[in-house]
């Protein structure tokens, strides 16, 4: 998987560092995904976000999930990491005396609701409590610099992780700007935002990684750049950089927050 993506040359090639894995809100050794596609849990609607409804995981990808909310249409569906607050076991709701909702767009006379709630619960399968993980803690602080490499969810398209750089910092915003997509894609962010990544994190998850794009060349180092007064944006033909990154599996950790994460556990430790 990924074999035509190789973060090491690419970081090479770009004169670049990545983000640091303290950066983040992501636990270090990612969580385990043991859901599994047609389970059934409670999860925050993202249209309407007082809301929490039901909803069927329609796929799994690395540590993420596919949701649909049930009594939706096809038009609607989003991912949620194993460990986001937006996801709980069936019952839980019902636990805090709260009522499950029709997500938005219900597809139904809103009178049809409690027993096409009954319905689609019963003998479902369910989510069992032990898959969902606990959110990671906010940083402390935005560590973020200009120029510092990661993986990001494309918000246009959300089941994307690329190849990003951190474009701008202010305060505890972040810019996320898409390599080689020339702009078009990139968005300003909170450095706590569930949706971003340190390099390593979908050869670690098996989620997959997108190649950067090929619209505009890819430059070195932004921080350099921004800092000389002279323009030494040379572009990196990217054919080069296939070629390098093909020629051999790599090995060897591509960051210090990798090399921690790898020596730490293996892939099937389960954080607490
Ligand atoms: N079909 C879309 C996909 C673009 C994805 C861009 N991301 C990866 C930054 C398009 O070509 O517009």
Redesign the pocket.
């Known amino acids: 998987q990924n074999d035509d993506f190789q973060w090491t040359s690419y970081l090479q090639e770009t004169d670049s560092v990545c983000a640091p894995s303290e950066c983040f809100r992501q636990s270090e050794i990612p969580p385990s995904n043991d859901f599994k596609v047609g389970m059934k849990l409670e999860a925050r609607d993202p249209r309407n976000i007082s809301s929490v409804c039901v909803a069927t995981i329609i796929g799994v990808t690395g540590a993420r999930l596919r949701l649909r909310l049930d009594g939706s249409d096809n038009k609607n569906d989003f991912w949620r990491l194993v460990d986001s607050k937006d996801i709980q076991p069936i019952g839980t709701c019902e636990k805090q005396g709260d009522l499950l909702q029709p997500p938005l767009g219900y597809q139904m006379n809103t009178s049809s609701w409690p027993m096409f709630l009954i319905r689609t619960l019963s003998g479902c399968e369910m989510a069992p409590a032990t898959f969902f993980k606990k959110e990671p803690p906010v940083p402390p602080l935005n560590y973020f610099k200009v120029g510092m490499k990661l993986e990001a969810i494309?918000k246009?398209?959300p089941y994307?992780i690329?190849p990003a750089t951190i474009g701008d910092v202010k305060g505890d915003e972040i810019y996320i700007t898409?390599d080689g997509?020339g702009g078009?894609?990139d968005y300003w962010c909170k450095y706590y935002c569930r949706d971003i990544f340190p390099v390593g994190w979908c050869r670690l998850t098996g989620d997959v990684l997108?190649p950067p794009?090929t619209h505009v060349p890819i430059t070195k180092n932004i921080a350099k750049t921004q800092s000389s007064t002279s323009k030494e944006t040379e572009p990196i033909k990217k054919n080069i950089a296939k070629t390098q990154s093909s020629s051999s599996k790599e090995t060897q950790p591509i960051t210090k927050n990798i090399a921690k994460t790898q020596s730490t556990s293996s892939k099937e430790t389960q954080p607490i």
Request: hydrophobic share 45%; charged share 20%; aromatic share 28%.
């Open positions: 494309d246009k398209n994307l690329c898409f997509w078009v894609f997108q794009g």
